[in-house]
């Protein structure tokens, strides 16, 4: 039996993860595009094509296989191996054949052309009106106009544009896994905390290294080291072990692959008649073309960078008078950041992580969607999860009905990439009345438990799973007809505005009165720490700023130039990255190989938007702040304007029904202390 062909019997239709086993993935895929495909010849079948029969009747077709898909897809992200790695390689051209099969039907596209062609007389609502819009636009920008020799290119591009971006994540997850600082000298772990010092011993007994200390290119290792370790020489060692990642002319070399699908992408665009692939991407995001995109860069590159210049210099400065340091190297920059940080404002994260207690924090972002949209989060151990780490909840509101399921996945493991992120298993809809809600999931690399502490949080990991919980609420929140406008489903620029604006709550005294309690005597957090914090926040925000331009201008870069131009990675990325860059670059070191956000994720020609939506989310805080963080009105009003309403209307739209007005860019400029 498959338990992936059969109906689901667990709670809430869940997926079955305990009766799943890998070789059930490959068949189920098979039997869920078939089906799909029945669904889309019943639709063609149809005598007189309508908004009803064509358009809502494609968006419901095919929920097998995207239920199917995401399962495999989160599992393949969160808890792969050989195998299910192997096995992405030869589904992922299977999903995009269908894709295509659909997207370059002409019968099919012939009726959604027919019901466009009558949109002003159809009377619809504005949700049906931007669906409508959504899906001519998606088969006219997918090659429904194109002629056969065009449409069989364009399938053998999307064929090998899908195999190549697997092959990049694979090639840094096995880089991530394969590396090892082992310390055996006690002396080397000068200035690390003891928490660091005892996971790391944790880590060597569980590679067969007991008695030693070992240190991985994983975010809750690396990050303590190069922020605390007082050896340079060890610092430097890790440091261009994770700026070398897949750039060593080796099997796991990524510079190939980046060339492949910049060449690719371009040649696409151009089949679909743009310019770039940057062109193609903008027409459909709040940014409405590169010029834009670049122009927004620019100037806050203009705010940003000459105060990012003066922290580097008072940073050199300090470095020097503690150390003697006659120059400040890129792996002395958090190192030394956190000790000046430490001394202006008396904060540091050592500090801090006494307070924040995984189980705290999460009781703290539950309290806090509690006290703002009313909901409730309540463990279901009947729930199957796909790791014994990962934790599931039934979602009620107030008057104690479902919303959702929600999953947490905590810890780095070697299955799982780096960073955090949120995805969904299914999405929300409406079909004949019935509505679906939603199974959403967020995933982290957080801090373990040891053997003597339980999971100590650093603030900025604090902030990560209020961040990733924004996006879960989005999801969870989500209220719409149709699954293709619903919950997440905006423009790529407006996306994070849910989860950048709930980072806020982590700096507000009435928020982190909720949880932020000492792990062993309970005291709450002290008002004097909470104000540090606050004073603290916009500490090197120039530098941080400056960082991210910088890869929002090489992802623009990259999506917007001729390929043929770009003959070397490294000369191209150093190029670019040259007015943003300013400590001394490290020979052999290269950021473009392991940047998956761009070549693996969905942020390609959309790495500016994390800023982007920085202006909306700062903006929209600032009515937070003069109602109340807690404020019920406000708190409606951006819920039904931004985390239910989905892709319903034009983002801008909706931004303007909850703030009354367009966005300004000074709350965030205030924020980060550039004006």
């Known amino acids: 039996m498959n338990p992936l062909l059969e109906k689901f019997n667990t709670p809430f239709d869940t997926p079955p993860f305990h009766l799943i086993k890998t070789e ?77 099969d659909v997207l370059l039907d002409e019968v099919l596209f012939d009726r959604i052309r027919q019901v466009f062609s009558q949109k002003d007389q159809l009377k619809l609502n504005e949700e049906q009106e931007t669906l409508l819009d959504k899906t001519y636009k998606a088969f006219v920008r997918n090659g429904a106009q194109l002629d056969e020799k065009q449409k069989s290119r364009l399938r053998e591009i999307d064929k090998e544009l899908s195999q190549l971006g697997l092959k990049f994540g694979e090639n840094v997850l096995a880089e991530i896994n394969k590396y090892e600082l082992v310390v055996e000298d006690e002396a080397d772990l000068s200035g690390l905390p003891d928490a660091v010092i005892e996971a790391a011993a944790q880590t060597a007994e569980e590679k067969g290294k007991s008695g030693k ?33 897949c750039c060593k002319s080796d099997e796991l070399d990524n510079q190939q692959f980046i060339k492949d699908m910049l060449r690719l992408k371009t040649e696409r665009a151009a089949l679909l008649g743009y ?100 909901l409730k989060f309540e463990i279901n151990n009947e729930i199957p999860g796909y790791h014994p780490d990962v934790s599931a909840y039934e979602v009620r509101d107030e008057n ?64 990560t799973l209020f961040h990733e919980f924004g996006h879960a609420l989005h999801g969870m929140l989500a209220k719409g007809t149709y699954e293709s406008l619903s919950g997440t489903s905006v423009y790529w620029d407006f996306v994070e ?75 191209f990325e150093k190029k670019v990255m040259g007015a943003t860059n300013l400590l001394p670059d490290v020979e052999g070191t290269l950021m473009s190989t392991s940047f998956s956000h761009i070549f693996q994720g969905g942020y390609a020609a959309g790495y500016y938007s994390y800023k982007w939506a920085e ?28 985390l239910s309403a989905g892709g319903r209307v034009h983002p801008s739209i909706l931004y303007r029904r909850f703030r009354g007005r367009e966005p300004k860019p000074e709350a965030l400029l205030k924020r980060a202390g550039l004006i």
């Open 615 to 642: 202006v909306l989310d700062a903006d929209a805080f600032e009515l937070f702040l003069e109602k109340g963080i807690f404020d019920k009105e406000t708190a409606t009003s951006f819920r039904e304007n931004i």
């Open 24 to 100: 059930h993935f490959l068949p189920a895929i098979h039997d869920a595009i078939n089906s799909a495909k029945n669904d889309i010849a019943a639709v063609k079948s149809e005598a007189l094509p309508d908004f009803e029969n064509t358009v809502a009747a494609l968006d419901r077709a095919g929920e097998r296989l995207s239920v199917v898909s995401s399962i495999f897809f989160s599992l393949n992200s969160a808890e792969t191996n050989d195998e299910i790695q192997a096995l992405a390689r030869e589904i992922a051209p299977l999903l995009t054949a269908h894709s295509n």
């Open 400 to 463: 104690g009905n479902h919303v959702s399921v929600f999953y947490a996945d905590f810890f780095p493991r070697t299955g799982k990439r780096n960073g955090a992120w949120m995805t969904s298993f299914r999405g929300q809809k409406v079909v004949d009345g019935k509505e679906n809600r939603p199974h959403v999931s967020i995933v982290f690399n957080f801090t373990k438990p040891t053997k003597t502490k339980p999971s100590l949080l650093t603030f900025n990991e604090v902030t």
């Open 497 to 571: 505005l849910p989860s950048q604006i709930f980072e806020n709550w982590c700096y507000e005294k009435d928020c982190l009165d909720l949880f932020a309690k000492h792990y062993e005597s309970g005291e709450p957090i002290a008002e004097d720490l909470i104000r540090k914090i606050k004073n603290a926040s916009n500490f090197h925000q120039g530098y941080q700023t400056l960082r991210q331009i910088s890869f929002g201008l090489l992802d623009m870069a990259y999506h917007s130039t001729d390929p043929s131009e770009i003959k070397d990675i490294p000369e």
């Open 275 to 374: 310019k770039s692939f940057s062109d193609f991407v903008l027409e459909e995001r709040m940014a409405k073309s590169g010029p834009e995109v670049m122009d927004f860069l620019s100037n806050l590159l203009q705010k940003a960078k000459p105060k990012a210049q003066k922290e580097v210099e008072e940073l050199a400065k300090f470095a020097k008078e503690l150390d003697n340091l006659d120059h400040l190297e890129k792996w002395d920059f958090g190192y030394y950041s956190e000790k000046l940080k430490k001394q202006k404002y008396e904060v540091d994260d050592e500090l801090l992580r006494p307070y924040f207690k995984l189980e705290n924090a999460i009781d703290g972002v539950f309290t806090t969607a509690e006290k703002l949209y009313g």
């Open 213 to 245: 200390w070992v240190f991985t290119l994983a975010y809750p290792s690396y990050i303590p080291f190069m922020t605390y370790a007082d050896n340079r020489s060890l610092r430097r060692e890790i440091f261009i072990a994770y700026n070398t990642k």
